[in-house]
């Protein structure tokens, strides 16, 4: 079985607990205007791997996995890649190795995968319907009942907020953020904000994409009040 990733690297504490091995996987359904990761989103492209020469990597490098950590499968999204990412976190989940996945929320059977991953981060870009469509090209729905068990079901989750100025960060939608996540029976759920930064402008401008964030920057006092809509909610806030 094979696996398509367009990127790997080790990080430190940043995408999961201590250091990991990070498969970014090719390919996504949505089309954020902010993505930091343009060259990922075609299905095609990339390199593409055996999922077992993958593990003997992984299994290589296990000295590696140093304060916690281990592999964190990214993308792109990687659920677009179903098989061959259950067959790998199922492999890595028997070798005791810690799993940690980044998902947009788009897979239907994303739950399937719950009991195969240590820490699952998972994405949400905007409550309301209408705006979530237009701004991701993907309908919300499937991703409200991903967020809902995520948070109900999974021992721990990180819920990622990334944050726009001009497109998901106005009081009244933070406001709706906040109260969805808090109407939702919890059980170890951190919010994480993920404030707009202009890592990926470069690279759609090489790609020949046109890059359409304008301002999208949101200022340090925004930031404070953010922070404060959410734990006024009773939501526990990572500090970014
Ligand atoms: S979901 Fe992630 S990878 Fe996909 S377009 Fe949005 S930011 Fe990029």
């Known amino acids: 079985m094979n696996i398509r990733y367009f990127q790997k690297g080790f990080n430190f504490s ?46 290589r490098s296990r000295s590696m996995f140093f304060d916690g950590g281990g592999v964190t499968f990214t993308g792109g999204e990687p659920t677009l890649q179903f098989e061959a990412l259950q067959y790998a976190l199922q492999a890595l989940h028997e070798l005791g190795i810690n799993t940690a996945i980044e998902t947009n929320g788009t897979h239907s059977h994303l739950s399937d995968l719950f009991p195969l991953i240590d820490h699952l981060m998972i994405d949400y870009k905007q409550p309301f319907p ?20 995520a948070c109900a079901e999974h021992p721990h989750v990180v819920v990622h907020i990334p ?18 996540l808090a109407s939702f029976p919890r059980r ?10 202009e ?20 200022p340090d006092k ?19």
Not at 139 to 145: A, F, I, Q
């Open 14 to 59: 940043q995408d999961g607990p201590g250091n990991r091995l990070v498969y970014h996987l090719q390919g996504c359904a949505m089309r954020c205007p902010w993505c930091a990761n343009p060259e990922g989103l075609a299905p095609e492209g990339g390199k593409l791997a055996d999922v077992n020469a993958l593990l003997d990597e992984v299994d």
């Open 130 to 149: 209408r705006e979530h469509r237009e701004i991701t090209g993907f309908p919300l729905e499937t991703v409200l009942n991903n967020l809902r068990r």
């Open 163 to 180: 944050l726009v100025n001009g497109y998901n960060a106005s009081p009244e939608t933070i406001d709706a953020f906040a109260k969805t």
């Open 188 to 197: 170890n759920v951190y919010v994480e904000p993920l404030w707009y930064h």
């Open 199 to 218: 890592y990926g402008k470069e690279k759609w401008e090489r790609l020949h994409m046109p890059y359409t964030v304008k301002n999208g920057f949101i």
């Open 222 to 240: 925004r930031k404070r009040e953010i922070r404060d809509a959410f734990k006024a909610h009773g939501l526990n806030v990572i500090r970014t």
